[in-house]
């Protein structure tokens, strides 16, 4: 027979490395052995057989020694085969002989398949530091994952300063648009005001803005999300692939580990390799988003001919409403809830505060100023106190809506003096212009970057991974995945 000297030779190394097999652990440490941390003499005496510098180390992985188990996996499907082809020349049975000799072609094909796998890994990874440009990567990276988060983060820092300069624009667009000012006076049972929101057609656009943040803000975390997927499939396949192999060692789950030696490649290999592809395209698009963003540098023409940002997103500050700092100062505020509600603040710890709100609330306004003025001043009024304090009531009060009346008067020239100020013109200038023409087409053009970026590997590795389930003799049939490809 052809096939007798290999069959020969094979059952003799596996029966040879079956004997030689408890060999691997007669290193095996003692019962008695010493935990993490305790001094030690030699490696046998620790738990972690780890002795560093007079130290036990920690405890190994648990999975240091997978590919143990996937050697013996080889080893006993090889026996196994070696026992089916004896009993088959020995009862003469042709099915089983066949058999054999297919599972032997299965098996090579196993080893060359794990070896493969292994020596693929082992050369992306050292090809790492050639697939991304040294100017995003900074240093080569150490793996192919490295190389792929640093090309997620260089698309998200541009999706992060866009996010930025989308927010400082709807900050202002809001503050602009919710301004509005009411001047007012009353005289008894007679009052009058004029109310205005000068810059109020400016929510649309706010809304508008606030649509791009959000999508924008989705891109990012998806982006965020890819990172976090690469670190799950690069330390997953650690176990994953010696769990591949060993199930693509024997015949009933062949297909199962020709789909998790694929699914380990397309994932950890495959998909942050792709990221390389969407990094090139992504850079033919880089520097224009950059300038949409940012502005151009452009030289100027005349001396000293520096160079100046032209351009990217900005839009007018238009600060604070006029003679804020004296409306929300602190003697404002007395003013208004009295002196009397200050009293409680003194007391020391939260319950001073509390006390405040609840004497503003009682003792605020006209009634307050009425008991810190007239309580003193007619307490020396004797039989007269309450014909005093009911005089000088109604002085304070008088005093005291005079001063409030007049206050939005003495205010109107310079809050209508504001709101000239925002004409309509001005505010296509300062706002619709810049929003229109640069910031919301940008905001479109990075979530067509991002997307492409983000689906190109995707597609790469779904695509891959049934062509190698294929090729490993996996289960070609993924449904669903195979119809999305």
């Given at each position: 027979?052809?096939?007798?000297?290999?069959?020969?030779?094979?059952?003799?190394?596996?029966?040879?490395?079956?004997?030689?097999?408890?060999?691997?652990?007669?290193?095996?440490?003692?019962?008695?052995?010493?935990?993490?941390?305790?001094?030690?003499?030699?490696?046998?005496?620790?738990?972690?057989?780890?002795?560093?510098?007079?130290?036990?180390?920690?405890?190994?992985?648990?999975?240091?020694?997978?590919?143990?188990?996937?050697?013996?996996?080889?080893?006993?499907?090889?026996?196994?085969?070696?026992?089916?082809?004896?009993?088959?020349?020995?009862?003469?049975?042709?099915?089983?002989?066949?058999?054999?000799?297919?599972?032997?072609?299965?098996?090579?094909?196993?080893?060359?398949?794990?070896?493969?796998?292994?020596?693929?890994?082992?050369?992306?990874?050292?090809?790492?530091?050639?697939?991304?440009?040294?100017?995003?990567?900074?240093?080569?990276?150490?793996?192919?994952?490295?190389?792929?988060?640093?090309?997620?983060?260089?698309?998200?820092?541009?999706?992060?300063?866009?996010?930025?300069?989308?927010?400082?624009?709807?900050?202002?667009?809001?503050?602009?648009?919710?301004?509005?000012?009411?001047?007012?006076?009353?005289?008894?049972?007679?009052?009058?005001?004029?109310?205005?929101?000068?810059?109020?057609?400016?929510?649309?656009?706010?809304?508008?803005?606030?649509?791009?943040?959000?999508?924008?803000?989705?891109?990012?975390?998806?982006?965020?999300?890819?990172?976090?997927?690469?670190?799950?499939?690069?330390?997953?396949?650690?176990?994953?692939l010696p769990v591949g192999i060993f199930l693509?060692?024997?015949?009933?789950?062949?297909?199962?580990?020709?789909?998790?030696?694929?699914?380990?490649?397309?994932?950890?290999?495959?998909?942050?390799?792709?990221?390389?592809?969407?990094?090139?395209?992504?850079?033919?698009?880089?520097?224009?988003?950059?300038?949409?963003?940012?502005?151009?540098?452009?030289?100027?023409?005349?001396?000293?001919?520096?160079?100046?940002?032209?351009?990217?997103?900005?839009?007018?500050?238009?600060?604070?409403?006029?003679?804020?700092?004296?409306?929300?100062?602190?003697?404002?505020?007395?003013f208004i809830e009295s002196p009397l509600s200050?009293?409680?603040?003194?007391?020391?710890?939260?319950?001073?505060?509390?006390?405040?709100?609840?004497?503003?609330?009682?003792?605020?306004?006209?009634?307050?100023?009425?008991?810190?003025?007239?309580?003193?001043?007619?307490?020396?009024?004797?039989?007269?106190?309450?014909?005093?304090?009911?005089?000088?009531?109604?002085?304070?009060?008088?005093?005291?809506?005079?001063?409030?009346?007049?206050?939005?008067?003495?205010?109107a020239p310079y809050l209508m003096g504001y709101?000239?100020?925002?004409?309509?013109?001005?505010?296509?200038?300062?706002?619709?212009?810049?929003?229109?023409?640069?910031?919301?087409?940008?905001?479109?053009?990075?979530?067509?970057?991002?997307?492409?970026?983000?689906?190109?590997?995707?597609?790469?590795?779904?695509?891959?991974?049934?062509?190698?389930?294929?090729?490993?003799?996996?289960?070609?049939?993924?449904?669903?995945?195979?119809?999305?490809?």
């Amino acid at each position: 027979m052809r096939w007798e000297p290999e069959i020969r030779t094979l059952l003799l190394v596996s029966f040879a490395l079956a004997l030689l097999a408890p060999l691997l652990y007669a290193t095996a440490p003692p019962p008695s052995c010493k935990a993490a941390g305790e001094v030690c003499g030699m490696d046998t005496e620790c738990c972690s057989v780890n002795c560093e510098f007079n130290r036990c180390g920690p405890s190994k992985p648990w999975h240091e020694g997978i590919y143990v188990w996937v050697g013996l996996a080889v080893i006993i499907s090889a026996a196994v085969i070696g026992l089916a082809y004896m009993a088959a020349q020995l009862f003469q049975i042709r099915v089983m002989d066949a058999w054999a000799k297919i599972e032997l072609q299965e098996l090579a094909s196993g080893v060359i398949i794990a070896v493969f796998c292994i020596a693929f890994v082992a050369s992306v990874n050292a090809s790492a530091a050639f697939l991304i440009s040294p100017k995003i990567a900074g240093t080569p990276p150490p793996n192919v994952g490295e190389m792929a988060k640093g090309a997620i983060s260089n698309i998200y820092a541009d999706g992060a300063q866009l996010y930025k300069k989308l927010g400082e624009a709807y900050f202002n667009v809001a503050r602009v648009a919710s301004y509005s000012y009411t001047v007012g006076i009353s005289a008894w049972y007679v009052s009058t005001s004029i109310s205005s929101s000068p810059a109020q057609g400016l929510y649309p656009l706010a809304s508008e803005i606030g649509g791009a943040m959000d999508s924008v803000g989705t891109l990012l975390l998806f982006l965020a999300a890819q990172q976090s997927f690469i670190v799950f499939f690069i330390n997953a396949s650690q176990v994953m692939l010696p769990v591949g192999i060993f199930l693509r060692c024997f015949s009933l789950s062949r297909k199962v580990g020709g789909v998790v030696l694929a699914a380990v490649i397309a994932s950890s290999v495959i998909y942050p390799a792709a990221f390389a592809v969407s990094n090139e395209v992504y850079s033919v698009f880089q520097q224009d988003l950059q300038d949409n963003v940012n502005g151009k540098l452009v030289r100027l023409s005349t001396p000293p001919y520096t160079l100046v940002r032209q351009g990217g997103i900005s839009v007018w500050d238009p600060g604070n409403p006029p003679l804020t700092g004296l409306v929300c100062s602190p003697q404002m505020q007395r003013f208004i809830e009295s002196p009397l509600s200050f009293i409680p603040t003194l007391i020391p710890g939260g319950a001073g505060g509390l006390a405040g709100e609840i004497v503003a609330v009682l003792l605020g306004g006209e009634t307050g100023w009425q008991l810190t003025i007239c309580a003193p001043a007619c307490a020396l009024a004797g039989t007269g106190y309450l014909a005093c304090y009911n005089t000088c009531s109604n002085i304070v009060e008088k005093v005291y809506v005079g001063v409030k009346s007049a206050f939005p008067l003495l205010m109107a020239p310079y809050l209508m003096g504001y709101s000239l100020d925002l004409s309509g013109q001005d505010l296509h200038d300062w706002y619709f212009d810049n929003m229109q023409n640069v910031a919301l087409p940008a905001a479109a053009k990075f979530g067509v970057l991002a997307l492409v970026f983000s689906l190109l590997p995707i597609i790469i590795a779904m695509a891959m991974l049934r062509n190698l389930a294929i090729t490993f003799g996996g289960e070609p049939q993924l449904y669903g995945i195979s119809r999305m490809i």
